[in-house]
């Protein structure tokens, strides 16, 4: 099988990334679920060409070398679908992938209200995980690398939080600080579940839960597994939880928190603190 009569059986992976992001937009559509059917033709897409080791046409310079950027790219994907998401529950602009200053260092956040480099409000981190097996390549599991991402998760919110008054934060009980200072944080992770490597729902959400109890304040899964007649991927339910839900619950609740901090005119609050300090010397 060429690469052409590939696309012609499970699709390209540009157009339906395309027809997809164009749906959101076009149609305002605000909830995940209601595209979450595209979203796992996407990947099944994605990764059907991967595996069967063919480059969609017009994707990847470079043959299979090119093709592999384009498929690590897939994460930029998810963030940006889910901006645009938010957009349309709020009205506001949710930057993706914004470099925002933290007390000690630079950090790239996925989401960000305000989209601007001091001070944002709300942050949420994204990434999507699991892959087939392709070549000598071995498959990988939905929680691979999860003790290096569960590390970065937590430095990256305690950081975000420190960045807004450098001098004058004091930090009395850990959890009463953390719930209160800005900005609120997030994870929104999307995984394809592989049950060889021991998968479920249920650990990616066990994995989050003490980040949530500790670090975050909301975290919503997403996932999806190869369906019975090995033609496709569907959608995985969510367990209710705490504070660990779908991916709906948890872009309402952050468009809830930019509405409110937003207020009746929708304005973003100017930055503060510290933070001022560094946008205007950085203008």
């Not at 498929?71 to 889910?82: I, S, T």
């Not at 909301?218 to 995985?236: K, L």
Request: with cysteine.
């Amino acid at each position: 099988m060429n690469e052409h009569e590939l696309e012609q059986k499970v699709g390209h992976p540009e157009l339906l990334r395309d027809r997809l992001i164009d749906r959101v937009r076009d149609e305002e559509v605000r909830r995940f679920a209601d595209i979450q059917d595209e979203w796992v033709n996407l990947m099944w897409s994605l990764d059907s060409f991967r595996v069967a080791g063919l480059t969609p046409t017009g994707m990847g310079k470079g043959g299979s070398a090119g093709f592999e950027g384009v498929y690590r790219g897939k994460g930029n994907w998810f963030a940006l679908v889910l901006a645009l998401l938010i957009d349309n529950q709020t009205g506001q602009h949710v930057g993706s992938r914004t470099k925002v200053q933290g007390f000690s260092q630079q950090h790239q956040i996925d989401l960000a209200w305000p989209s601007r480099k001091v001070d944002p409000l709300v942050c949420a981190e994204t990434k999507v995980t699991g892959a087939p097996a392709f070549g000598r390549t071995p498959a990988r599991g939905a929680m691979s690398d999860w003790s290096n991402r569960r590390k970065e998760l937590k430095f990256a919110a305690t950081d975000l939080k420190l960045a807004r008054r450098r001098q004058e934060t004091a930090i009395q009980h850990w959890d009463v600080w953390r719930q209160d200072a800005p900005p609120k944080c997030f994870f929104l992770w999307a995984a394809r579940l592989d049950p060889s490597k021991r998968d479920s729902v249920e650990r990616m959400a066990d994995g989050v839960q003490s980040v949530v109890n500790t670090y975050l304040d909301g975290a919503g899964v997403f996932a999806w597994e190869e369906n019975q007649a090995g033609s496709g991927y569907e959608p995985v339910a969510v367990p209710p939880r705490s504070r660990i839900s779908d991916l709906d619950d948890v872009l309402y609740r952050i468009a809830s928190e930019i509405q409110k901090a937003a207020g009746e005119d929708g304005v973003a609050p100017a930055p503060v603190g510290d933070a001022a300090n560094r946008s205007v010397s950085s203008s």
